[in-house]
Protein backbone atom coordinates (compact mmCIF):
# COMPACT_ATOMS: atom_id res chain seq x y z
CA UNK A 1 0.00 0.00 0.00
CA UNK A 2 1.01 4.14 -0.48
CA UNK A 3 1.58 5.58 2.36
CA UNK A 4 0.84 9.58 2.66
CA UNK A 5 2.84 11.70 5.23
CA UNK A 6 1.37 15.54 5.20
CA UNK A 7 3.91 18.34 6.66
CA UNK A 8 3.15 19.97 8.96
CA UNK A 9 0.08 18.88 10.53
CA UNK A 10 -0.31 22.25 12.69
CA UNK A 11 0.12 25.44 10.73
CA UNK A 12 -0.29 29.10 11.58
CA UNK A 13 -0.15 31.89 9.43
CA UNK A 14 -1.84 35.40 8.84
CA UNK A 15 -4.47 37.07 7.24
CA UNK A 16 -2.22 37.79 3.54
CA UNK A 17 0.61 35.33 4.39
CA UNK A 18 0.82 32.45 1.59
CA UNK A 19 1.50 29.22 2.46
CA UNK A 20 2.85 25.74 1.32
CA UNK A 21 1.61 22.32 2.50
CA UNK A 22 2.99 19.87 1.94
CA UNK A 23 2.10 15.57 0.40
CA UNK A 24 4.76 12.85 0.38
CA UNK A 25 3.64 9.45 -1.10
CA UNK A 26 6.17 6.33 -0.08
CA UNK A 27 6.23 5.96 -3.88
CA UNK A 28 6.02 7.41 -6.85
CA UNK A 29 1.92 8.61 -8.11
CA UNK A 30 2.29 9.71 -11.27
CA UNK A 31 0.27 13.08 -10.20
CA UNK A 32 -3.02 10.84 -9.36
CA UNK A 33 -3.28 13.38 -6.10
CA UNK A 34 -6.17 14.93 -4.74
CA UNK A 35 -6.58 17.74 -1.75
CA UNK A 36 -9.94 18.44 -0.12
CA UNK A 37 -10.54 21.29 2.40
CA UNK A 38 -12.29 20.48 5.49
CA UNK A 39 -14.08 22.90 7.34
CA UNK A 40 -14.96 22.47 11.72
CA UNK A 41 -18.14 20.18 11.38
CA UNK A 42 -18.35 20.30 7.48
CA UNK A 43 -17.93 17.38 4.82
CA UNK A 44 -14.54 17.43 3.04
CA UNK A 45 -14.75 19.50 -0.14
CA UNK A 46 -13.05 18.21 -3.70
CA UNK A 47 -10.33 21.19 -4.30
CA UNK A 48 -7.48 19.87 -6.72
CA UNK A 49 -7.19 16.86 -8.52
CA UNK A 50 -4.60 15.43 -10.78
CA UNK A 51 -1.99 17.40 -8.89
CA UNK A 52 -2.95 21.06 -10.35
CA UNK A 53 -6.69 20.88 -11.78
CA UNK A 54 -8.94 22.85 -9.90
CA UNK A 55 -12.54 21.87 -8.77
CA UNK A 56 -15.31 23.96 -9.91
CA UNK A 57 -15.74 27.30 -8.38
CA UNK A 58 -12.25 26.98 -5.60
CA UNK A 59 -10.49 30.49 -5.70
CA UNK A 60 -7.54 31.08 -7.81
CA UNK A 61 -5.59 31.58 -4.32
CA UNK A 62 -5.67 28.04 -4.47
CA UNK A 63 -2.82 26.39 -6.27
CA UNK A 64 -1.25 22.35 -6.86
CA UNK A 65 2.02 21.09 -7.79
CA UNK A 66 4.16 18.39 -7.82
CA UNK A 67 5.30 15.21 -9.05
CA UNK A 68 6.73 11.96 -8.51
CA UNK A 69 6.38 11.35 -4.95
CA UNK A 70 6.27 15.32 -3.55
CA UNK A 71 3.17 17.43 -4.11
CA UNK A 72 2.53 20.43 -2.50
CA UNK A 73 -0.84 22.78 -2.32
CA UNK A 74 -0.36 26.36 -2.20
CA UNK A 75 -2.44 29.00 -0.92
CA UNK A 76 -1.84 32.65 -1.84
CA UNK A 77 -2.80 35.72 0.43
CA UNK A 78 -4.59 33.69 3.40
CA UNK A 79 -8.34 34.99 3.98
CA UNK A 80 -9.75 33.54 6.84
CA UNK A 81 -12.63 31.14 5.79
CA UNK A 82 -9.33 28.93 4.39
CA UNK A 83 -9.30 28.03 7.67
CA UNK A 84 -9.29 24.58 7.90
CA UNK A 85 -7.75 21.28 7.52
CA UNK A 86 -6.41 19.94 4.33
CA UNK A 87 -6.45 16.27 3.79
CA UNK A 88 -4.36 15.02 0.18
CA UNK A 89 -5.19 11.96 -1.28
CA UNK A 90 -3.73 9.43 -4.01
CA UNK A 91 -5.71 7.58 -6.32
CA UNK A 92 -2.85 5.82 -7.73
CA UNK A 93 -3.47 2.07 -6.59
CA UNK A 94 -6.79 2.38 -4.06
CA UNK A 95 -7.48 5.70 -2.48
CA UNK A 96 -5.05 6.26 0.26
CA UNK A 97 -5.76 9.98 2.49
CA UNK A 98 -3.16 12.02 4.52
CA UNK A 99 -3.87 12.33 8.03
CA UNK A 100 -4.12 16.60 7.57
CA UNK A 101 -3.00 19.74 8.09
CA UNK A 102 -4.84 22.03 10.62
CA UNK A 103 -4.34 25.70 9.44
CA UNK A 104 -5.43 28.35 11.78
CA UNK A 105 -4.80 32.19 12.32
CA UNK A 106 -2.17 33.53 13.93
CA UNK B 1 -27.25 20.98 -7.31
CA UNK B 2 -26.23 17.25 -6.46
CA UNK B 3 -27.13 16.10 -3.09
CA UNK B 4 -26.52 13.35 -0.57
CA UNK B 5 -28.49 12.67 1.88
CA UNK B 6 -27.22 10.12 4.26
CA UNK B 7 -29.56 8.06 7.13
CA UNK B 8 -29.32 5.07 9.93
CA UNK B 9 -26.92 6.33 12.01
CA UNK B 10 -27.02 6.27 15.75
CA UNK B 11 -25.59 4.31 18.92
CA UNK B 12 -24.99 0.27 18.01
CA UNK B 13 -23.91 -2.03 20.40
CA UNK B 14 -20.88 -3.84 19.53
CA UNK B 15 -21.48 -7.08 17.89
CA UNK B 16 -24.72 -5.55 16.16
CA UNK B 17 -25.16 -4.17 12.47
CA UNK B 18 -26.38 -1.23 10.76
CA UNK B 19 -27.53 -0.17 7.41
CA UNK B 20 -27.20 3.33 6.37
CA UNK B 21 -28.73 5.13 3.32
CA UNK B 22 -28.16 7.67 1.29
CA UNK B 23 -30.27 9.42 -0.60
CA UNK B 24 -29.25 10.78 -4.16
CA UNK B 25 -30.33 13.98 -5.87
CA UNK B 26 -29.90 16.91 -8.82
CA UNK B 27 -27.96 14.31 -10.80
CA UNK B 28 -28.89 10.87 -13.05
CA UNK B 29 -28.03 8.57 -10.43
CA UNK B 30 -27.88 5.64 -12.68
CA UNK B 31 -24.93 7.50 -14.81
CA UNK B 32 -22.32 7.15 -11.82
CA UNK B 33 -21.05 5.56 -9.56
CA UNK B 34 -21.16 5.67 -5.90
CA UNK B 35 -19.38 5.10 -2.77
CA UNK B 36 -18.64 5.29 1.23
CA UNK B 37 -15.98 7.29 3.04
CA UNK B 38 -15.57 7.69 6.88
CA UNK B 39 -13.77 9.02 9.62
CA UNK B 40 -13.36 8.30 12.95
CA UNK B 41 -13.82 11.64 15.91
CA UNK B 42 -11.19 13.33 15.41
CA UNK B 43 -9.13 11.73 12.75
CA UNK B 44 -8.51 11.24 8.85
CA UNK B 45 -10.51 9.73 6.31
CA UNK B 46 -11.14 6.16 5.30
CA UNK B 47 -11.97 5.08 2.10
CA UNK B 48 -14.62 2.24 2.20
CA UNK B 49 -15.74 0.68 -1.10
CA UNK B 50 -17.36 2.09 -3.84
CA UNK B 51 -20.49 0.58 -6.44
CA UNK B 52 -20.59 0.49 -9.95
CA UNK B 53 -24.10 1.91 -11.44
CA UNK B 54 -25.40 -1.32 -12.46
CA UNK B 55 -23.83 -3.35 -9.35
CA UNK B 56 -21.83 -5.39 -11.56
CA UNK B 57 -18.64 -4.39 -9.78
CA UNK B 58 -18.04 -3.20 -6.46
CA UNK B 59 -14.83 -2.55 -4.65
CA UNK B 60 -13.97 -2.65 -1.14
CA UNK B 61 -10.79 -1.14 0.67
CA UNK B 62 -9.49 -4.68 1.57
CA UNK B 63 -9.99 -4.42 5.79
CA UNK B 64 -13.72 -4.39 5.75
CA UNK B 65 -14.51 -6.19 2.68
CA UNK B 66 -15.96 -8.59 5.13
CA UNK B 67 -17.95 -6.76 7.26
CA UNK B 68 -19.19 -4.05 4.97
CA UNK B 69 -21.72 -4.68 2.00
CA UNK B 70 -22.36 -1.69 -0.25
CA UNK B 71 -25.27 -1.88 -2.80
CA UNK B 72 -27.70 0.30 -4.42
CA UNK B 73 -31.51 0.81 -5.48
CA UNK B 74 -31.29 2.86 -8.76
CA UNK B 75 -35.35 3.11 -9.24
CA UNK B 76 -35.03 4.82 -6.13
CA UNK B 77 -32.01 6.86 -6.29
CA UNK B 78 -30.73 5.40 -2.34
CA UNK B 79 -27.35 4.21 -1.75
CA UNK B 80 -26.86 1.68 1.18
CA UNK B 81 -24.11 0.66 3.38
CA UNK B 82 -24.80 -2.57 4.96
CA UNK B 83 -22.44 -2.83 8.59
CA UNK B 84 -21.78 -5.93 10.27
CA UNK B 85 -19.85 -7.49 13.34
CA UNK B 86 -20.04 -3.85 14.65
CA UNK B 87 -16.69 -2.63 17.07
CA UNK B 88 -15.60 0.71 18.79
CA UNK B 89 -13.08 0.81 15.58
CA UNK B 90 -16.33 1.35 13.54
CA UNK B 91 -17.29 4.35 15.53
CA UNK B 92 -16.97 7.55 13.00
CA UNK B 93 -19.04 9.61 10.46
CA UNK B 94 -19.48 8.10 7.11
CA UNK B 95 -19.88 9.93 4.07
CA UNK B 96 -21.74 9.41 0.99
CA UNK B 97 -19.46 10.16 -1.94
CA UNK B 98 -19.56 10.33 -5.67
CA UNK B 99 -16.24 9.25 -7.02
CA UNK B 100 -14.59 9.99 -10.17
CA UNK B 101 -13.28 6.29 -10.90
CA UNK B 102 -10.58 6.16 -12.85
CA UNK B 103 -8.82 2.14 -13.87
CA UNK B 104 -6.45 2.50 -10.79
CA UNK B 105 -8.57 4.46 -8.19
CA UNK B 106 -10.98 7.16 -7.68
CA UNK B 107 -11.40 10.97 -5.83
CA UNK B 108 -14.53 12.14 -4.83
CA UNK B 109 -15.93 15.53 -5.51
CA UNK B 110 -19.37 15.13 -4.62
CA UNK B 111 -19.85 14.43 -0.62
CA UNK B 112 -23.54 14.09 1.79
CA UNK B 113 -23.10 15.89 5.40
CA UNK B 114 -22.16 12.67 6.50
CA UNK B 115 -24.11 10.58 9.46
CA UNK B 116 -22.76 9.79 13.11
CA UNK B 117 -22.40 5.98 13.41
CA UNK B 118 -21.08 5.71 17.49
CA UNK B 119 -20.51 1.65 18.89
CA UNK B 120 -21.32 1.37 22.24
CA UNK B 121 -22.54 -1.16 24.85
Known amino acids: DIQITQSPSLLSASVGDSVTLSCKAS??????LAWYQQKLGEAPKLLIY???SFQTGIPSRFSGSGSGTDYTLAINSLQPEDVATYFC????????FGAGTKLELK | EVKLVESGGGLVEPGRSLKLSCAAS????????MGWVRQAPGKGLEWIGE????????NYTPSLKDKFTISRDNAQNTLYLHMSKLGSEDTAIYYC??????????????WGQGVMVTVSS
Open chain 2, 97 to 110: VRPRVLGHGSFFDH
Open chain 2, 26 to 33: GFNFNDYW
Open chain 2, 51 to 58: IKQDSSTI
Open chain 1, 27 to 32: RYIYNN
Open chain 1, 50 to 52: HTN
Open chain 1, 89 to 96: QTYYSGNT
